[in-house]
Nanobody
Framework: QVQLVESGGGLVQSGESLRLSCAVT????????IGWFRRAPGKEREGVSC????????HSSDSVRGRFAISKDNSKNTAYLQMNSLKPEDTAVYYC?????????????????WGQGTQVTVSS
């Protein structure tokens, strides 16, 4: 059974950090692309960061590059998103998703399996 469960969201102040986790069952993360997306109120879903299974490369959006870091532990089949220097504009529901081998990290349609999301709220 395919299941993705995110955890680690919460309410923090600007400049603080959070670490999101995504526990995956039903997929082996070393065979699939894993990505983090977010949806802020009134905005489209945005690709945040992903690790591509095709070549192991990491891709991050301009808005989070240098502040957020994606990683995964294949032995635990778990992915992480370390978020530092958080800003109020990072407030959103964050989702992890599993994508196919050549998934485009910015294209949600390349990711067929999704978690339920975890809320991140950053106060100023």
């Amino acid at each position: 059974q395919v299941q993705l469960v995110e955890s680690g969201g919460g309410l923090v102040q600007s400049g603080e950090s959070l670490r999101l986790s995504c526990a995956v069952t039903g997929f082996n993360l070393d065979e699939y692309t894993i990505g983090w997306f977010r949806r802020a109120p009134g905005k489209e879903r945005e690709g945040v960061s992903c690790i591509k299974s095709s070549d192991g490369s990491i891709h991050s959006s301009d808005s989070v590059r240098g502040r957020f870091a994606i990683s995964k532990d294949n032995s635990k089949n778990t992915a992480y998103l370390q978020m530092n220097s958080l800003k109020p504009e990072d407030t959103a529901v964050y989702y992890c998703a599993v994508g196919h081998y050549y998934a485009d990290c910015q294209d949600p349609s390349d990711f067929p399996a999704w978690g339920q999301g975890t809320q991140v709220t950053v106060s100023s």
